[in-house]
């Protein structure tokens, strides 16, 4: 059933409430918090992968905080255990029968803090509740609530005890971001606004649950024209005969930037994608699951350099 315009401008309102409570907190990065928020209405996860102390533990919290939901921090570690995130059955004396313990996944919103740190197999217990939002343990299969998404973080430049991110945990994730050093404004702004207290003590929620799961709802119904999809095929399957690509984006890289695309979308109360949407999301959806050709790498490249080439490369549908 089609909904009325107003519909779309209540969507834009309440996104624009979060985006802005959230400023409170992050301040000059307007675009890095509409890009999160798009991940979180298009049920996708978030990696955040900066060098320390620019605010990427506090973004995660910032949108907790804005929302009246259940938050869960997970600081990752060499000895964090799978079962710490998903759970573990546990033997009841007084029922003489074995009962489930949820993890820490277990939650609206999940902060993987250092996602890096921790051991591949620990890595890898997240595997399934981030691509079909459940868990399973002892053959027994646990739905996570809605909405859901993992917040993860990473510091790109300390390696020492680390451990990278396979390629399938990376494509997991639907946008990486990167959020960089605040404007000599926004950090004077900073030194007043957190100089005596932190912020985040002092935002409230402005939805729930409930609210964000409609807005996911809406987003799904936001329309992609054929072009607009086909235009999306052609940037993906670009990269997988670039020439200094090793490896280009799978599939479900192209199902990733549509739903990001209809929330960006949905995010401007428009019920329709454009192109500019698609472009805008190129980069934060595509990048990380690219590998570059090892002659590319040497040079100095970049995937994301490559993807604003093919930009200018594919051609962009036009309105008929």
């Known amino acids: 059933m089609a909904r009325a315009s107003s519909d779309w401008e209540r969507f834009r309102t309440t996104f624009d409430a979060i985006r802005t409570n959230i400023e ?18 298009a049920e ?76 591949p197999k620990t890595q890898s217990a997240l595997l399934e509740s981030m691509e079909e939002h459940q868990v399973t343990v002892d053959g027994a299969t646990y739905r996570l609530g809605v909405p859901f998404m993992v917040i993860a973080t990473q510091n790109p430049i300390e390696h020492e005890g680390t451990y990278a991110l396979p390629e399938a945990q990376l494509d997991r994730f639907m946008i990486r971001l990167s959020i960089g050093y605040p404007s000599s404004d926004s950090e004077a702004d900073i030194l007043t606004t957190h100089g005596s207290h932190s912020a985040l003590d002092d935002i409230e929620p402005v939805t729930d649950a409930a609210g964000v799961a409609d807005l996911i709802l809406m987003a799904g119904q936001v329309h992609v024209a054929e072009p607009i999809r086909r235009y999306i095929v052609d940037l993906v399957g670009a990269t997988r005969s670039h020439p200094d690509l090793y490896l280009g984006a799978s599939p479900r890289a192209s199902l990733m930037l549509m739903r990001a695309s209809r929330a960006l979308a949905a995010s401007g109360g428009r019920d329709y994608v454009l192109p500019d949407d698609v472009k805008a999301l190129v980069v934060p959806v595509l990048s990380h699951r690219l590998i570059l050709a090892p002659d590319a790498a040497m040079s100095g490249h970049s995937a994301s350099s490559l993807l604003v080439g093919l930009l200018d490369e594919v051609p962009v549908p036009v309105q008929g």
């Open 44 to 119: 996708g996860h978030l990696l955040i992968e900066d060098v320390p102390g620019v605010g990427k533990t506090m973004l995660a919290k910032s949108i907790a905080r804005s929302i009246d939901c259940s938050f869960r921090r997970i600081q990752f570690t060499p000895d964090l255990l799978p079962t710490d995130i998903t759970g573990v059955n546990v033997y009841n004396q007084e029922q003489q029968d074995f009962e489930f313990k949820p993890g820490a996944i277990f939650a609206n919103i999940v902060l993987g803090d250092e996602i890096n740190r921790a051991s």
């Open 24 to 41: 409170h907190v992050i301040q000059g990065k307007s675009r890095e918090i509409r890009l999160a928020l798009a991940a979180l209405v």
